[in-house]
């Protein structure tokens, strides 16, 4: 069935520096690949997308990109900052009504 | 800016027992997901609804499981007889289309 890896699971980074977090999916029919961003206690949010037919997005320090050739998607934060710390989800769009989460990256920035 | 809303925040209840959770969409959105997160793991879709019925579920959304949209505002979901591998976290979502979907801060509930 369809599936969505996420790595890494941990991850801790000093302020300032950039983090990075890959995702793959096995469904080559997935077109739209969201990123969600969940504090404790509260819902996932919704924090830069991409689709399929581009290959990079950027918004202020952070940044998708996608080779859909090896089903690969990341998220880039640069100029990590204490409020960036928490759990990272990515997501993929499978069709029909579906989206598949990741399991999630716990992203601490240490101040 | 319009948040999706969820009621309520917490539950507790005995296995067997009959839950409703309710949510409020986002006023001008049309499709409507309910997901949910066991404690430390990841978001599983349960079940999307759109046009006034299910237009799709997954292995998880059994007999159990019913969803409404009783009026113009709420949508609903509804677990007739707990378990207690139901206790999870719930969250409901909204959207436009069928792809960005805006989340709920997401029900609490507790089987015991």
């Known amino acids: 069935g369809e599936n969505v890896e996420q790595h890494p699971s941990t991850l801790s980074v000093q302020e300032g520096d950039s983090a990075v977090i890959k995702c793959t999916y096995s469904d080559s029919a997935s077109n739209y690949f969201p990123w969600y961003k969940q504090e404790l206690g509260k819902g996932p949010q919704l924090i830069i997308d991409?689709?399929?037919?581009?290959g990079e997005k950027k918004d202020q320090r952070i940044a998708v990109t996608l080779n859909k050739t090896a089903k690969h998607f990341s998220l880039h934060i640069t100029e990590t900052q204490p409020e960036d710390s928490a759990v990272y989800f990515c997501?993929?769009?499978?069709?029909?009504?579906?989206?598949?989460f990741g399991a999630g990256t716990r992203l601490f920035v240490k101040a | 800016e319009p948040e999706v809303t969820q009621t309520p925040s917490h539950q507790v209840t005995q296995m067997g027992q009959e839950v409703i959770l309710r949510c409020v969409p986002i006023?001008?959105?049309?499709?409507f997901y309910w997901y949910r997160q066991i404690l430390g793991q990841k978001v599983e879709f349960l079940v999307s609804f759109y046009n006034n019925e299910i237009s799709e579920k997954s292995e998880i959304f059994d007999d159990q499981f019913s969803v409404e949209r009783p009026d113009g505002s709420n949508f609903t979901l509804k677990i007739r007889s707990t378990k207690l591998e139901d206790s999870a976290m719930y969250f409901c979502?909204?959207?436009?289309?069928?792809?960005?979907?805006?989340f709920g801060p997401g029900t609490r509930l507790l089987v015991l």
């Open positions: 991409i689709r399929s037919n581009v």
């Open positions: 006023s001008n959105h049309l499709y």
């Open positions: 979502a909204s959207g436009t289309g069928q792809e960005t979907q805006y």
């Open positions: 997501a993929a769009f499978t069709g029909g009504f579906k989206t598949i």
